[in-house]
């Protein structure tokens, strides 16, 4: 039953959010405008990193994007502090006909130490996914898409989920001027970690996110996010974040960009940031 309602939820949030426009205001002749997803520079639109939110746009058939990085994470709970560094953060994006696209996702290499104490580090890898993505259409401010993201459990104990994980996540990008756009990106989870008596147990959680950027130039871009994850597992509530940084094209095909996170509710006694740096290549 809930594995019901959670599917139709997320099929109704697809249909609320990302049924772009694709005609005029008099709904008889299409609108001819650019496609914001094409063309030189588009690379900053097309990726999915260094946001939580993914992009509104598909890479093109016969197209392929790789992105990768690195992210370190401290945490400081009532004085322990912990830092978790992971990476490769990879994506491979193959672009298909009709709008879509297919994407892979190899398990990062997650090291977990606990510094200025005596708790030993563990290291492991997470789980390995694929996804699907659907990109609805454009107008002249609007681009919408929807995607679904499958991880199996697969990874090192540790860092594995213990059953196969389902989000489903919309994207609706609306541009305010020529420079400056935001987006709002819901999406649902279905997830399974270990309940508070050690069995398997999966929750659900709504994960909103809403995302602003501005261009400066064509090859450089500045963005802020403020995200949140209704439920983290057992016995654990949401939590808020806010990141930003930026993105630069070295080529039309080359793309590094740098990211700070902040944890904005963190018990009392406690804080967590992360800091992270990454690429994207078209090919």
Wanted: hydrophobic share 35%.
């Amino acid at each position: 039953m809930k594995t019901r309602l959670f599917f139709t939820a997320a099929f109704l949030a697809v249909i609320f959010c990302f049924l772009s426009p694709v005609l005029s205001a008099d709904g008889k002749q299409p609108i001819v405008v650019s496609d914001p997803c094409a063309g030189n520079g588009a690379l900053l639109s097309i990726l999915d990193r260094p946001t939580v939110s993914d992009s509104s746009c598909v890479v093109k058939p016969g197209r392929a994007v790789l992105e990768d990085g690195v992210q370190d994470t401290i945490f400081n709970d009532l004085g322990v502090k912990s830092e978790q560094v992971n990476y490769p953060e990879a994506e491979l994006r193959i672009g298909l006909p009709d709008n879509n696209e297919f994407k892979i996702f190899p398990p990062n290499y997650n090291l977990l130490g606990y510094p200025g104490s005596n708790i030993s580090s563990v290291s492991g890898y997470n789980d390995s996914g694929i996804g699907f993505k659907h990109e609805f259409g454009y107008n002249e401010n609007t681009v919408s898409a929807a995607d679904i993201l499958i991880t199996f459990p697969s990874g090192t104990n540790g860092f594995q989920n213990y059953g196969t994980d389902i989000t489903v996540n919309g994207q609706f990008t609306y541009s305010l001027t020529d420079a400056l756009s935001v987006e709002f990106a819901p999406g649902m989870s279905s997830f399974t970690m270990l309940s508070q008596n050690g069995s398997p147990h999966r929750f659900f959680s709504f994960n909103p996110d809403f995302v602003a950027a501005y261009q400066f130039i064509p090859s450089f871009q500045l963005y802020g996010e403020f995200f949140r994850n209704s439920i983290q597992g057992a016995g654990m509530s949401g939590n808020y974040w806010f990141d930003g940084g930026f993105q630069y094209l070295i080529t039309n095909n080359i793309e590094i960009d740098a990211e700070y996170g902040l944890f904005l509710d963190p018990p009392s006694g406690s804080s967590g940031h992360y800091i992270g740096f990454g690429t994207g290549l078209l090919f």
